[in-house]
């Protein structure tokens, strides 16, 4: 499996509804601008993707689309590659605006991923009031808190990356081999 991990590396996918700092993450996880960011909801229509190192294994990001209803016929295809994408991610990074309160279309979001093996919810907006509360079972997922504007938890994000996958496969027991 470490072989595995390091050959092929890991995918990291980031999903969420429009404008919750999705590009605005992996911007701040690369170091540089790699996705337009702009107050105006859908403007990513696809998805877009980055790759980092972490403790000698490639990580391979993909920013994408807000989820949500739409009959954009350009971005309810890119929504489909995303649904796409769900299941062949090693982690999901599920972002949810912390100064907005739990929406309809965040739960539907976490419909989707919530079969996913890791799940990491990251709530963005730190910097602001906080008015998220998750509901049950959602209130339970790891999570992270950040601030995607000042880069506040990208380190403890990245550290969750190389806990969550790298660590897991290279602290197996190999006595069997």
């Known amino acids: 499996d470490y072989g595995q ?3 092929s590396g890991v995918s990291c996918l980031i999903i969420g509804r429009p ?8 911007n701040q996880i690369l170091g540089h601008d790699r996705s337009i960011v702009t107050s105006q909801a859908g403007t990513t229509r696809d998805f877009v993707d980055a790759t980092i190192q972490l403790k000698g294994v490639s990580v391979k990001i993909f920013d994408t689309a807000g989820m ?3 009959d954009n016929e ?7 590659k995303i649904e796409g994408l769900i299941g062949r991610s090693d982690v999901v990074f599920w972002v949810c605006d912390g100064s907005e309160r739990f929406s309809e279309d965040d739960q539907k979001i976490y419909e989707k991923i919530r079969d996913c093996d890791c799940v990491i919810k990251v709530v963005n907006k730190s910097d602001k009031d906080q008015q998220i509360v998750f509901p049950g079972e959602i209130e339970g997922l790891r999570s992270v808190s950040i601030s995607a504007k000042s880069g506040e938890g990208i380190s403890e ?10 660590e897991k496969v290279e602290n197996r027991n190999l006595e069997l081999i």
Request: glycine share 6%.
């Open 5 to 7: 991990l390091i050959q």
């Open 19 to 26: 404008n919750v700092g999705k590009s605005s993450l992996l």
């Open 68 to 70: 949500r209803q739409t």
């Open 74 to 80: 350009i971005e309810r295809e890119g929504i489909d």
């Open 157 to 166: 994000l990245k550290q969750k990356i190389i806990t969550e996958c790298i």
